[in-house]
């Protein structure tokens, strides 16, 4: 069954390191999300993608932080140098809207990060 | 500033009853709002959205209004069962914005049997 599949589902890496997150959208899907989940502050949009092309990501640190889709079938999250504050669940989610059509959003499982 | 907002405090309520959510939102213009379910160590679930256009949307024992001029959502689940007990979460989609869906923190509810 068609699924957003993120991987690695747990990390744990010491401070400075560089953390790769990868989300697979479901299949025909041409919209992705990127969010961040804490207790604090919720889910908060990061980037989100459409047709490949990155529509926004201000709200993601950019001296850290990219985003980017190098095919249809994969969207990658990057933090380098990372800090213990990125320490949170990241979120992919995909859908298939547009202007004009409503669309859900489907979310993976989520891939939590701990930063030592 | 924009802020979406949802009651912070844990929703409480017996077996049975009608748990009642809110979202109230302020310096958005969304096209739709969508509610979502998330249960604890997994990703939001879809549950029902609704257009900016509509007043009111059912779905089976859900039921959500949309409110422009007050700038305010409720979710009623009716005849709630303890495994209803999740994060309720609120989000907005802005067109004008290029399709950007927007959450609340999320309402915990908890339903007692």
């Known amino acids: 069954d068609a699924r957003v599949t993120q991987t690695p589902r747990h990390k744990v890496t010491e401070m400075g390191q560089e953390v790769t997150m990868r989300c697979q959208p479901i299949l025909g899907h041409n919209t992705v999300f990127w969010y961040r989940q804490t207790m604090m502050q919720g889910l908060e949009l990061l980037a989100y993608f459409r047709n490949r092309a990155p529509l926004d990501d201000s709200g993601m640190p950019k001296d850290r932080f990219s985003a980017e889709m190098p095919d249809a079938t994969l969207a990658t999250l990057k933090i380098q140098p990372s800090e213990p504050r990125d320490s949170a669940v990241y979120f992919c989610?995909?859908?298939?809207?547009?202007?004009?059509?409503?669309?859900?959003?489907?979310f993976g499982q989520g891939t939590r990060l701990t930063v030592v | 500033s924009q802020k979406i907002e949802q009651n912070s405090e844990a929703l409480n309520i017996q077996e049975g009853k009608t748990a009642t959510l809110t979202c109230n939102y302020t310096?958005?213009?969304?096209?739709?709002l969508q509610w979502y379910r998330q249960d604890p160590g997994r990703g939001p679930v879809f549950l029902l959205l609704i257009r900016e256009n509509e007043k009111e949307k059912r779905k089976e024992r859900l039921k959500v209004t949309f409110d422009t001029t007050l700038k305010q959502s409720l979710f009623h689940i009716t005849a709630s069962q303890p495994a209803d007990s999740a994060t309720y979460l609120c989000?907005?989609?802005?067109?004008?914005?290029?399709?950007?869906?927007?959450f609340g923190q999320g309402t915990e509810l908890s339903v007692k049997p």
């Open positions: 989610a995909s859908g298939a809207g547009t202007l004009l059509l409503e669309a859900e959003a489907f």
């Open positions: 310096n958005y213009s969304p096209a739709y």
């Open positions: 989000a907005l989609l802005i067109y004008n914005q290029g399709g950007k869906l927007i």
